[in-house]
């Protein structure tokens, strides 16, 4: 008979965090591929701006959500900090070296917070989630005009800077031509990191599901179950156990 025991790991903020971020990734992901094909789904410009408008919108949840969770990597617990999430401190290449050692040999070595090889993956994919936000925000102010540069932009590209109400998306109507030449020119980068970024995340997060699927049955750790309950069962003491 297997003898296990509880381990606690995942902290309520790691938690919420985690499946906040799942719904509305999925949801950004849905409305992107939306926007990106909505003229061979016959959606019109104001359909479009609508969708764009509720993008942001989630988007704004979808940030907000990524600064709480990169500040408790500061103050969280022992799994939540980032000394446990990155590949950084000076002892993780020699357990990287030992786990990648481990897996050629056929031999088990359990984690209770991330394995070394899983912090890769974190590493990347929080590095893409920050690229999206921080270039989503650009979009959104450079092509609907939302916070929290939509005013500057407005006022960049108006022709009468004292109606800038008249400024709408799709629309020329006070608009300078060469103001708003000039911004789409800068815009274009942006635009081209989102979008290649976006497809970044989707294999990112394939490679992430798929590493998950395997490792829970291979090891059978419960890893879907813990980010519920924060929580492992655990047949043998962690490696990175206290």
């Known amino acids: 008979m297997v003898n296990l025991q509880s381990y606690r790991v995942w902290d309520p903020c790691v938690r919420w965090f985690h499946w906040i971020n799942v719904l509305t990734v999925l949801a950004l992901i849905a409305l992107g591929v939306t926007i990106l094909n909505a003229k061979a789904y016959g959606i019109d410009s104001e359909g479009k701006i609508l969708l764009k408008t509720i993008h942001v919108w989630l988007g704004y949840l979808f940030v907000t959500n990524l600064l709480i969770r990169v500040a408790w990597g500061f103050f969280g617990g022992k799994y939540a900090r980032w000394r446990s999430i990155l590949p950084i401190g000076g002892g993780y290449y020699k357990q990287l070296r030992e786990y990648s050692a481990a897996i050629k040999s056929g031999k088990r070595l359990t984690y209770l917070g991330h394995n070394p090889i899983a912090r890769l993956m974190i590493s990347l994919m929080l590095a893409l989630l920050l690229t999206q936000s921080i270039t989503g925000i650009i979009l959104a102010g450079t092509d609907v005009y939302m916070p929290p540069f939509g005013h500057e932009i407005r006022n960049m ?37 989102h979008y290649w970024s976006f497809y970044g995340l989707l294999v990112a997060i394939s490679i992430h599901i798929i590493a998950v699927i395997i490792a829970e049955i291979r090891t059978r750790e419960g890893l879907v179950s813990a980010m519920f309950s924060g929580y492992k069962m655990l047949d043998r003491k962690p490696e990175d156990a206290d």
């Open 157 to 193: 590209v108006a022709e009468d800077k004292t109606k800038l109400e008249l400024v709408q998306p799709y629309s020329d109507t006070n608009i300078n031509p060469a103001a708003y030449k000039y911004m789409r020119a800068w815009r274009k980068p942006v635009v081209t990191t």
